[in-house]
């Protein structure tokens, strides 16, 4: 558990945002920055809390039985139902988010005092995820958990959780489709933009594209594969086109594979990320589904980076985001040659990006907001502390 360093004389109302912990599979590093950023800016204090992953099963009859009920979903038992009570009583949170259903009990609050706000962050639609996860899966035994897992989460995000005073996801589309609010994932800061023209330097060659993401992660190497479907065509347009495929965690195959195709690169396991970026003069973001909000996307935009996106990347994002978008071959292929070919265009279209980012995905874009809805929704109490500590 960890919290921001306090400033000032005042206490400020504390917001604990509990989270899975530090398992990779399971984690939502962006998702919980995001809040963290987010109750910053809004002069709140952010207290994480980190639940710990146990071995075993946390079962009871009642668990179980709020389980069949959508109340909550089979992975919140892989925890045993478990907060650190002493530290969040101490602290006295006037709202608790929970990261994700798999993190999601109320009534684990129960005892500490006045019932604080509760925020239900399903941040995607796991429903949807779980499902395409189960067609990717290799083994029958893999299709089958997903499958199991699917059928109680479709179930949970149905049901309305009458015990969360706000609800949200970070998916523009999403949002809607659960019946929450929208919060996107936003930065803390603007980086500095990457420098529209340029030449080969310390952080390597220029490339024409660069496409970056978790190399392990299902969606981007389905995204990979879309791509290549289109590159013939991408080449016949424009020769000599090269493309940088930079992620964590390639399997050996994917690796080869990636190496293997004409004028790709890969860089994996790259530890400077604007290093990467550096390098190219248009961003991909070519993902076939995709749920929630594609940070890849928010980061190579926020740079001023061009972006062409396909339309299940873009989903995440307002309408009024000026992506390119590209949802066929041939559409690939014109997007990325006159971008390319007119630097004007590429550098004009990269600041619109950037500045669309600034003025709606910035962490003190979406404080007052966060304000708002907690001394809306919050239940009378505490709640008024966040009126109380002032803007």
């Not at 059928?151 to 489709?177: C, K």
Request: aromatic share 6%.
């Amino acid at each position: 558990m960890r919290s921001a360093p306090r400033t000032g004389t005042a206490p400020r109302p504390t917001v604990a945002i509990v989270h899975l912990g530090r398992a990779t599979a399971r984690g939502n590093s962006n998702r919980v920055a995001t809040w963290v950023a987010v109750t910053a800016a809004a002069g709140l204090r952010p207290l994480v809390v980190d639940l710990a992953i146990h071995a075993g099963l946390g079962i009871t009859p009642r668990r179980v039985s709020r389980l069949l009920t959508g109340e909550i979903v089979p992975e919140t038992f892989a925890w045993q139902g478990r907060l650190p009570r002493a530290d969040l009583a101490l602290s006295g949170p006037a709202a608790v988010v929970f990261v994700t259903a798999r993190a999601y009990d109320p009534t684990l609050l129960c005892g500490l005092g006045p019932r604080p706000a509760v925020v239900l962050d399903f941040v995607d639609r796991l429903s949807e995820s779980y499902r395409q996860r189960a067609i990717r899966a290799a083994s029958p035994l893999r299709r089958a958990g997903y499958r199991g897992l699917r059928v109680p989460m479709a179930r949970f995000e149905r049901r309305e959780h009458s015990r969360a005073d706000l609800t949200t996801a970070a998916g523009y589309r999403d949002a809607p489709l659960l019946g929450a609010e929208w919060l996107p994932n936003v930065l803390e800061r603007l980086p500095a933009p990457v420098p529209p023209s340029r030449s080969d330097g310390a952080d390597g060659p220029v490339v024409d594209l660069v496409f970056h993401g978790t190399l392990s992660y299902p969606p981007n190497s389905d995204a990979l594969s879309a791509f290549a479907a289109a590159w013939p065509l991408i080449r016949r347009s424009r020769p000599g086109t090269r493309l940088l495929v930079a992620g964590s965690r390639p399997a050996a195959g994917l690796a080869a594979w990636i190496r293997a195709q004409p004028g790709w690169e890969l860089t994996a396991n790259f530890d400077d990320l604007n290093a990467v970026l550096r390098r190219a003069r248009v961003a991909v973001a070519p993902l076939v589904s995709a749920t929630g909000l594609q940070n890849k996307v928010l980061e190579t935009t926020a740079r001023a980076l061009p972006t062409v996106a396909s339309p299940a990347a873009a989903a995440g994002f307002d309408q009024r985001f000026p992506l390119a978008l590209a949802d066929t071959p041939a559409a690939w292929a014109a997007q990325i040659r006159h971008l390319l070919d007119a630097p004007g265009a590429a550098a004009a279209l990269g600041a619109a990006q950037r500045r669309h980012v600034a003025g709606h995905y910035l962490a003190t874009c979406w404080a007052p907001w966060l304000r708002a809805a907690l001394a809306a929704k919050g239940p009378s109490g505490r709640a008024a502390a966040f009126m109380a500590a002032g803007a």
